[in-house]
């Protein structure tokens, strides 16, 4: 049974950097799709990237293109999202999740999730 646990949350200042890590236990995730969600006090869960089994298509939230990237490291079993310009709106809680179908946006399409990790970005 695959296990997600998420890292790397924490305050910054807006215009500052975090890097979120995602790493699976029990089982590997390199055959699979997996994604990072968040979701804002208020607000419902959304879609923030996701990336292919063998990292070469990759997927985002139109607002945090070409602010944050999402990466991966099968051998280690890990995803990463990196997060530049880091702006008040993405204050949130991020989940990483896998899933066993296409690149998709879709939750729906995510069997396994994550505690989530919690990013607040002051102004």
């Known amino acids: 049974q695959v296990q997600l646990v998420e890292s790397g949350g924490g305050l910054v200042q807006a215009g500052g950097s975090l890097r979120l890590s995602c790493a699976a236990s029990g089982r590997t995730v390199s055959s699979y799709t997996m994604g990072w969600f968040r979701q804002a006090p208020g607000k419902e869960r959304e879609f923030v990237a996701a990336i292919s089994w063998d990292g070469r298509s990759t997927y985002y939230l139109n607002s945090v293109k070409g602010r944050f990237t999402i990466s991966r490291d099968n051998a280690k079993n890990t995803v990463y999202l990196q997060m530049n310009s880091l702006k008040p709106e993405d204050t949130a809680v991020y989940y990483c999740?896998?899933?066993?179908?296409?690149?998709?946006?879709?939750?729906?399409?995510?069997?396994?999730w994550g505690q989530g990790t919690q990013v607040t970005v002051s102004s």
């Open positions: 999740a896998r899933s066993n179908l296409g690149v998709t946006s879709t939750s729906r399409g995510y069997d396994v």
